[in-house]
């Protein structure tokens, strides 16, 4: 029943344009000589399959080390439909495929709200201090994102990124044979939105307007005065090209109607 | 009641002699460990944890492994973080060597620090003992441990008193520590781990050169009028034609843009042939790139430069080296132009700035050379300085890479530890090998860590999101 293929990749979208945030952060230490030294956290989304961890992060099976440290991951945990922002389901727009001047016919987006977390793993609290300290700032509680959601027709929407909540946990208890763990777990929510399949519309491009004004409003007695012809000039413009507006006013007391369907007065 | 007076519970001759057969017992029957003392930088006494070590000491020592069965099982785990280690070792060491063959050294540096000797880093004052918190590098699988817990009771006080140290360790979370103890096989264990960042230096180096043609009815000048705003990308430059006449051709131009506080706009207009055989000034026509608002006219002189070809195109340039242009004979004015690189460090092209006026024959075009070709080898852990920002990184690896050419090699540089961000064009030297070359190109995304994905995602990100503004969060 459904059926249509398509797939304009917004969920992945969305988790790219929630990654990129936090990809350029930096923490500082102290080291000799009161310098400071630069560390960029690295960023992953964590979902992972599992034998390409081992063989990406474990090329010689003796690896030296536990982890590196500070790292961060994000990952989508939920996907629901947000009500309030819900529209009439029947409503469409028309839009112009990029690079062409075809018609798409798109019906209004389906809102949803993505959650994700985004994970700090810090060895210092120190460190995750630094991180959610530069992070925090910039939500209030949310933050916008513009992103080109289906690229076809070059449809960029508003995405907001709410910050929903922030926990930690320090496992600084308990015996000297386990590690102190110390996660920092942000949530949020990103308000995207999904669209359906685009089809091409059988409408073409409006490229010339044309209106008959009439002296009263019962068409049946009164016959138009005047006609409003607007048009793209030249007439043959795409959307792209570089056109102006011709404009003209005429003076019918002719008394005539004019036929859409023969395209001519009649 | 009390204890039989008959019977010795361990005297000290007993006890020494226990103490030699164990020592005797970790000699044959244990492997050797190299024991790396923790030195602080920096204590937070709020937050309560050391923020900063290195481990620059190293002591060889005998201990016998308790796990001989091996690691734990599933000492790997999946994480939401990637791959996680969590392989635990159990070794005994002998009391009396500790404290005979270590604990001394150690009582040097902790009696440096508190007579003044030593400030560039803080030790905890206790000598006495293993402590938490140090490494201990196990050869066998050439694996990095950190001493979780140090049971110094067990067995318990045999003939009265302990002869041994139990170490708890477990696999060692790397952060960025600087480890050079001089011993190779245990620097080298942290040499592709952390955050390690790349450049490109400059290697062999040649001189670039260049001619310069005159043209009759070229132009003279150019005058941005105005510079207009929203240039996202460079615009198109295109100049009306001269008349039609043997030997006419149309000027060309390229707009070079700018930024300043988020507005981008036109710097200049350099012309990359000043045409000829105009008679009156053409009209310049800058479209696309995304701004509008931008307006330039020109002059058409008697005799102006109007092309710079380049003869040869140099190697080893890191920053856009200075062009001279001869004067005329007139000395009405002087023209002058700018060099363009390419990515591999030579002159890509050669525009013209100002064509000036009053050349009767074509003036000489002097490039630059470079001012320092690079020498040396760096060597691993030295550090290195930036002479111009005077950012300092310690060396993880140094190569040059034959594959691309065996006369003019990449040389890349990898290193660790960075105070800040290395900036093309300046020269960095090596504090131990007095190496000496210079910058070509720094790139801060972490070398081969398979977990940092952080420039992919800005990459991929860079198609689909629309930073008008700019992303607060910074950006490569």
């Known amino acids: 029943m459904l059926g249509t293929y398509f797939y304009h990749e917004i969920i992945r979208k969305t988790i790219i344009s929630f990654g990129t945030l936090f990809n350029d952060i930096y923490i500082r230490h102290t080291k000799s000589n009161a310098n400071l030294d630069e560390t960029k956290v690295g960023l992953s989304y964590g979902p992972m399959q599992k034998f390409l961890t081992k063989i990406q992060e474990q090329e010689q099976l003796t690896k030296s080390i536990a982890v590196t440290l500070p790292r961060m991951s994000f990952e989508m945990t939920r996907i629901s439909y947000d009500p309030t922002r819900k529209t009439g389901i029947t409503q469409t727009f028309k839009s112009v495929e990029v690079g062409s001047s075809k018609i798409k016919k798109v019906f209004m987006p389906v809102p949803y709200n993505i959650e994700f977390e985004l994970n700090i793993f810090s060895k210092l609290n120190d460190d995750a201090l630094q991180i959610i300290e530069q992070i925090l700032p910039f939500f209030q509680p949310s933050f916008n994102l513009t992103v080109d959601l289906v690229s076809s027709i070059g449809e960029k929407r508003d995405i907001p990124i709410i910050l929903d909540s922030i926990d930690f946990q320090d496992d600084y208890e308990g015996s000297f044979q386990t590690r102190r763990a110390l996660i920092y777990t942000l949530r949020f929510t990103a308000k995207t939105y999904l669209f359906g399949p685009i089809a091409e519309s059988s409408d073409g491009l409006i490229r010339k307007v044309q209106a008959d004004i009439s002296s009263g409003t019962d068409t049946s007695v009164a016959k138009r005065e005047m006609r409003y012809v607007a048009s793209v000039d030249p007439i043959t413009a795409s959307p792209e090209d570089d056109f102006g507006f011709t404009e003209s006013w005429t003076f019918l007391p002719d008394s005539k109607d004019y036929s859409p369907t023969r395209q001519e007065d009649i | ?476």
């Open chain 2, 1 to 476: 009641m009390s204890l039989n007076p008959f019977f010795l519970q361990g005297s000290p001759n007993e006890q020494y002699l226990v103490q030699d057969l164990i020592n005797e017992q970790l000699k044959i029957y244990g492997v050797e460990v190299y024991y790396l003392p923790r030195k602080i930088f920096k204590t937070d006494n709020i937050i309560r944890e050391i923020q900063s070590s290195k481990f620059d000491d190293v002591f060889l020592m005998e201990a016998y492994i308790n796990n001989y069965d091996g690691y734990a099982p599933d000492s790997d785990i999946m994480t939401k973080f990637g791959l996680r280690l969590k392989n635990e070792i159990s070794l005994t060491i002998s009391r009396e060597k500790y404290e005979e063959f270590i604990a001394p050294f150690l009582e040097g540096l902790s009696s440096g620090i508190r007579e003044g000797l030593i400030t560039e880093y803080d030790f905890a004052d206790l000598i006495t003992r293993p402590k938490e918190g140090d490494l201990i590098y196990f050869p066998l699988g050439e694996r990095l441990f950190e001493i979780k817990r140090v049971e110094s009771e067990k067995p318990f006080y045999q003939l009265g008193t302990n002869y041994v140290y139990e170490l708890s360790c477990e696999l060692y979370e790397y952060e960025n520590e600087l480890i050079d103890t001089a011993i190779e096989e245990v620097d080298n264990t942290v040499e592709d781990e952390g955050y390690i960042t790349s450049l490109i230096l400059a290697g062999v180096a040649a001189t670039a050169t260049a001619t310069a043609t005159v043209g009759t009815g070229a132009i003279s000048k150019i005058f941005l009028n105005n510079d207009g705003s929203g240039y996202t990308s460079t615009p198109t430059v295109t100049f009306s034609d001269p008349p039609s006449g043997v030997g006419t051709v149309t000027a060309k131009a390229i707009a070079i843009t700018t930024s300043r506080a988020n507005v981008q706009s036109i710097l200049r207009l350099e012309l990359t042939n000043g045409g000829s055989g105009y008679t009156t000034a053409p009209t310049i026509t800058i479209t696309g790139g995304g701004g509008t608002g931008a307006a330039a006219t020109c002059a058409v002189g008697s005799s102006s430069v109007n092309t710079i070809t380049l003869t040869n195109k140099g190697k080893g340039y890191s920053v856009s080296p200075l062009v001279t242009i001869g004067g005329p004979v007139t000395g009405v004015s002087t023209a002058t132009g700018i060099a363009n690189l390419d990515d591999d460090g030579k002159v890509d092209s050669v525009n013209i700035i100002n064509p000036g006026v009053g050349y009767t024959v074509a003036p000489t075009v002097t490039i630059a050379g470079v001012t320092t070709v690079g020498f040396g080898t760096f060597v691993y852990n030295e550090t290195i300085t930036g002479q111009t920002t005077g950012v300092t990184a310690v060396v993880r690896d140094f190569r040059r890479d034959s594959t691309t050419s065996t006369i003019d090699p990449t040389i890349n540089l990898r290193v660790a530890l960075n105070t800040g961000k290395f900036g093309a064009g300046e020269v960095i030297v090596g504090s131990i090998s007095s190496a000496r070359y210079v910058v070509r190109s720094y790139n801060t995304e972490s070398y081969d860590n398979p977990y940092d994905v952080n420039e992919e995602i800005e990459t991929q990100a860079d198609n689909i999101i629309d930073f008008t503004e700019s992303n607060p969060f910074g950006s490569y």
